[in-house]
């Protein structure tokens, strides 16, 4: 499905099962209440979203990974520390890789800002990668275990910075990671290839 600029997009209560259900560059895009079956491969992102997207809601879906996906959920937004757009909203989902072999990533943000909070990742080698410009982003309330492959030096966890590679971070605010619940990953929150992450708080 292409959705094109300047259109508001509902989808409720729908079940699907394929690849690349939604490349858009909508403005507001509201899913909820829907069962996914995604079977991308390597490179491939289930909802890819462009940098002038305003708001994407992701509410109360059960979403299925049997492969190896590039991300489950890709919104690329443009913030860059003010404004109201690239805000996100991700709640109350359920996230699973059926097959424990594979690379799976449930949500990749990209320079976006907005809420990541009650939701549950089951057996995802990187639930939440957090890249480039995002800031004024909550990580609240979610639940994420069997993010592991026993190898510490792959970095695999939970909630994973992904920056420059030199040591730098690019982030333009504030993340904040509260009240969250790890069991059986290799990593609860990881700075990977970025370890100097700035504004960053994390309580447990």
Do not use: R
């Not at 491969?41 to 994407?56: A, E, P, Q, R, T």
């Not at 904040?176 to 790890?182: D, G, M, Q």
């Not at 059986?184 to 992450?197: A, E, M, Y």
């Amino acid at each position: 499905m292409n959705i094109g600029t300047g259109i508001d997009v509902t989808i409720d209560g729908f079940q699907y099962t394929g690849v690349n259900f939604i490349q858009g560059s909508c403005d507001n895009l509201y899913v909820k209440d829907c069962k996914f079956t995604w079977n991308s491969h390597w490179g491939d992102n289930d909802i890819y979203l462009s940098n002038v997207f305003k708001y994407f809601s992701f509410e109360n879906n059960k979403v299925i990974l049997p492969y190896d996906v590039g991300a489950a959920l890709q919104p690329i937004g443009n913030y860059n520390g003010s404004g109201t757009a690239s805000k996100v909203f991700i709640s109350g989902n359920y996230f699973q890789n059926t097959v424990l072999a594979t690379w799976a990533v449930a949500v990749n943000l990209s320079s976006c800002q907005g809420e990541v909070k009650n939701n549950t990742f089951v057996n995802l080698d990187d639930a939440v990668l957090i890249a480039n410009k995002c800031g004024n982003l909550t990580i609240d309330q979610n639940s994420f275990s069997g993010s592991t492959d026993g190898v510490d030096a792959d970095h695999i966890a939970a909630i994973k910075f992904w920056g420059n590679g030199d040591g730098t971070s690019m982030l333009s605010g504030p993340i904040n990671i509260t009240n969250n619940f790890f069991d059986d990953c290799d990593f609860g929150v990881s700075t990977n290839n970025s370890p100097l992450i700035f504004g960053c708080t994390c309580k447990h």
